[in-house]
């Protein structure tokens, strides 16, 4: 049954980029900010009681068009190149444990009010194209000279140019991917 409901709806990285871009336009245009204030990653430090939702909800959030467009070609090109290998609900859970595990660490360390960025879950994601490609090039043969690659390498590089605090949740995100994906290969849920 479950097997049927994931055949018959979009792609999750098409569902997320809705997201984003929903999140997006409610809380700069229509909310002026005030869905980030209510919603928006916050530290441990500087959470109320009872906010840890935050460490979910903070990654649909985006500073600028910039940071939204960046996302979401990421998770379009790494969902082009992985979702239908491993299927929806592998990609969903590697995407969410990597953003939340990412933000949680980083939230015991860091001081910060308005956390923002899918880019800890692409991270986690990038991780798993690499080691399926270099543990079975059969099921996933990385190759450049095509977009999904090129922009998934480009953004693998560039997304840590974005600062000291993108580049820390990037390691972590990459770090919670690699665990993941060595779980699932173990388990054999993977290949």
């Not at 709806?9 to 997320?16: A, C, M, R």
Request: hydrophobic content about 50%.
């Amino acid at each position: 049954m479950n097997t049927i409901l994931v055949k018959n709806i979009s792609n999750v990285y098409s569902i997320l980029i809705v997201l984003y871009v929903t999140v997006f336009v409610l809380d700069k245009l229509v909310f002026k900010g005030l869905l980030l204030d209510w919603a928006g990653g916050k530290s441990f430090n500087n959470m109320h009681s009872k906010e840890w939702y935050r460490l979910l909800t903070g990654s649909f959030f985006h500073q600028n068009i910039l940071h939204l467009l960046g996302n979401a070609y990421g998770i379009y090109f790494v969902g082009v190149i992985l979702e239908n290998k491993i299927g929806s609900w592998k990609f969903l859970a590697i995407y969410l444990i990597g953003n939340i595990a990412a933000y949680t660490v980083y939230s015991l360390f860091a001081d910060y009010t308005k956390g923002t960025g899918a880019s800890p879950g692409i991270y986690a994601l990038i991780a798993c194209i690499i080691i399926l490609h270099l543990y079975n090039k059969e099921f996933l043969n990385l190759q450049f000279g095509n977009w999904p690659a090129n922009y998934t390498f480009a953004y693998l590089i560039l997304g840590n140019l974005y600062g000291m605090g993108a580049f820390i949740v990037h390691i972590l995100g990459f770090s919670f991917g690699t665990i993941i994906t060595l779980i699932f290969l173990f388990l054999n849920l993977l290949i």
